[in-house]
């Protein structure tokens, strides 16, 4: 028997360092509560594991021994419905929707400036940080509207902001004081302590 067949016993997860998708799919399972093993791919590394499972090479890859899921808001979605508890979805479908909405403008508007941000050129990193800054300035409200981005509870919106803010931060980047006293509270949370704070 294989070890990729052992450990598929439990509920993998390949992720690469301070990857945002990476580390929002870590949050969330995390947040679950449920058994996990992470397992970190070192840049230009081919892991045979990872590779078996998904061809494309692709982070995060999560695989229970039901399925293999290699698209970020699929891992989300599916972690949520198979571990109800606690959920980071909203159960009525007028925020859901609404959730969702926030969503796709995170990962079409905000996720793209990534690579920008740390392969980039000084002027596209420089570029990127302003579009983020923009966009984080636009979702102020939402970012000082409770505890969480969308209230009192959360949710998969926390998973996927958190890591672009805590990236900005260690990078000395100006937040607005908004988005600031967000991170403070999120930052408080156990998930947050298991997932990013070891990070370098």
């Known amino acids: 028997m294989s070890s990729l067949v052992l450990r598929k016993q439990l509920n993998l997860l390949f992720i690469k360092d301070q990857d945002w998708a990476s580390v929002a799919s870590k949050l969330a399972l995390v947040e679950k509560s449920i058994a996990l093993e992470a397992i970190n791919v070192m840049p230009d590394e081919q892991n045979e594991d990872l590779h078996t499972l998904n061809p494309l090479h692709s982070?995060?890859?999560?695989?229970?021994?039901?399925?293999?899921?290699?698209?970020?808001?699929?891992?989300?979605?599916?972690?949520?419905?198979?571990?109800?508890?606690?959920?980071?979805?909203?159960?009525?479908?007028?925020?859901?929707?609404?959730?969702?909405?926030?969503?796709?403008s995170i990962l079409n508007d905000w996720y793209p400036q990534e690579s920008k941000l740390r392969e980039g050129s000084a002027t596209g990193q420089k570029a990127a940080q302003t579009k983020l800054l923009q966009l984080i300035k636009g979702s102020a409200e939402m970012l000082d509207k409770g505890p969480y981005f969308m209230g009192d509870d959360f949710s998969v919106l926390d998973c996927l902001v958190t890591p672009i803010l805590w990236t900005l931060a260690r990078m000395e980047v100006t937040l607005p004081d908004e988005a600031i006293r967000y991170l403070g509270r999120v930052t408080k949370r156990e998930s947050f302590a298991k997932v990013l704070k070891g990070t370098r």
């Open 59 to 104: 982070v995060p890859t999560f695989a229970d021994r039901e399925i293999i899921l290699i698209e970020l808001l699929v891992i989300l979605e599916y972690v949520d419905e198979r571990y109800p508890y606690p959920p980071l979805l909203p159960g009525d479908p007028v925020n859901r929707a609404k959730l969702r909405t926030y969503t796709m």
